[in-house]
């Protein structure tokens, strides 16, 4: 077991975890009181900080629903991201729907209308930050990704054998 000194405080592999957990959360909650994260009314701080420990605790519980939020966010950036490139020759309900469309599919079947190899690069980066959201279990897709990151130990290759 390692331990790390810290300013005259031994920082256990447990208390680094609970910190960990605890600047997680208070990050999360400062970011969902942000105006950015909130499409209508803003939240509560009671609610961004039980969505924030829901979220980081994979309780799954949220006061907002968290698939409209990334539905409604991946489309406007999308939207802003291929206005003047691939949304360009579509009419402005078709760049609405076609937005909107490319937010929802890379979480579920991958469907397109699009020409992916014509989109920005930084559009591209969005898809797959989408398409990781939507391989977690419980999601669309089905997936195991972020198994990975939840327990990484079990999927090392080099293990402390004590």
């Known amino acids: 077991m390692a331990i790390v000194p810290f300013r005259h405080q031994t920082l256990t592999p447990p208390k680094i ?14 970011l969902l009181c942000l105006p950015a994260a909130s499409t209508g009314e803003r939240i509560s701080i009671i609610d961004a900080l039980f969505m924030a420990t829901s979220a980081t605790c994979v309780t799954g519980l949220a006061v907002l629903s968290a698939s ?50 014509l989109l920005r690069e930084s559009t591209q980066f969005l898809m797959l930050l989408l398409m990781f959201i939507g391989a977690a279990p419980g999601s669309t897709g089905g997936g195991d990704q972020d198994h990975y990151l939840r327990y990484p130990r079990q999927y090392s290759l080099c293990q402390d054998p004590g």
């Open 68 to 117: 409209a939020v990334v539905i409604l966010g991946g489309a406007i950036v999308f939207f802003g991201l291929e206005l003047n490139n691939t949304l360009r020759p579509l009419h402005p309900g078709g760049k609405i729907m076609a937005s909107f469309l490319q937010a929802i599919t890379p979480r579920s079947g991958g469907v397109t209308t699009i020409e992916i190899p």
């Open 17 to 30: 975890l609970s910190l960990g957990f605890i600047l997680l959360i208070a990050a999360g909650t400062i």
